[in-house]
């Protein structure tokens, strides 16, 4: 993909800052929503609703970033701008106010408005504090353990798919999404769940859309990246990998091809209005 001039200052850069990540008090909605339905790998929820409790912060040595790590700061504070420009566009087309999310790069743990952030979880989009978690290593798992084909799409493609949560915050999605989830069985919440992560990725997909209408950013095999990367984090791909067999009703984020289906419905379009997962799967 190509390089745009613009840059973001909603980028906040905590690698190598030391002073690890200090714990958050309590848990709150914003650590239901995120142990429920947001974190984009479906991971353990258990892990960040036992790390919401007190706890002293850990202690770590401050670094100097690499020029590697520098220049994916500047590519994500790029990504980031990018969202900011498209999204605010179709708010304004569509009459709504809009409001930037902000990006955290950080490497093993930091706090968050949600509780505490960890590598382990991969990146995830906190409602309480309308921002958005990366640890970069989360790429090389990505590459190394789900089979992804891995290059700067697929940021871009992870990125868009958090910041579609901040999009589903803006709107309301995700407040009803949790009203829903509590009132039917577990198959339901997680039926909910899918829906709304397939959204995400459509508004991903209407990202990449509408950004390169207007800057002509992608080059070729930048969306089969995106595939590929939609592909590796479905549930069907990480269920088979982790346990051996699929169990369809434990799906929380929608399987592969149900992932590659919606966001290219998102690209193919670029029309918000075609993204109602909702309607679509929970008949």
Known sequence: MKWTNDRSDNVDDRRGSGGGGGMLVGGGLGTIII???VFFLGGDPSAILQNSATSSPQQTEQRQLSKEELNIREFVRMLT????ETWANVFNQNGIQFRSAKVVLFESTTS???GTAQSEMGPFYCPADQTI?????????????????????????????EYGHHIQNLLGTLDKVHQL??????????QISVANELQADFYAGLWAKQTDSREKFLE???IQEAMSAAAAVGDD??????????NQESFTHGSSAQREEWFMKGYNTGDIRQGDTFSALLK
């Open 81 to 84: 701008k990018e969202n900011e």
């Open 35 to 37: 142990a429920a339905i």
């Open 220 to 222: 070729p095999g930048d």
């Open 237 to 246: 791909n990480i269920q088979k990998r982790g346990q051996g067999y699929v």
């Open 181 to 190: 989830s509590q009132r039917g069985s577990e198959t339901q919440a997680n």
């Open 112 to 114: 968050s408005g949600c």
């Open 133 to 161: 978690y990366m640890d970069m290593s989360f790429f090389n798992e990505l590459q190394q353990k789900f089979g992804a084909k891995v290059g700067q799409f697929t940021v871009a493609y992870v990125l868009g798919h």
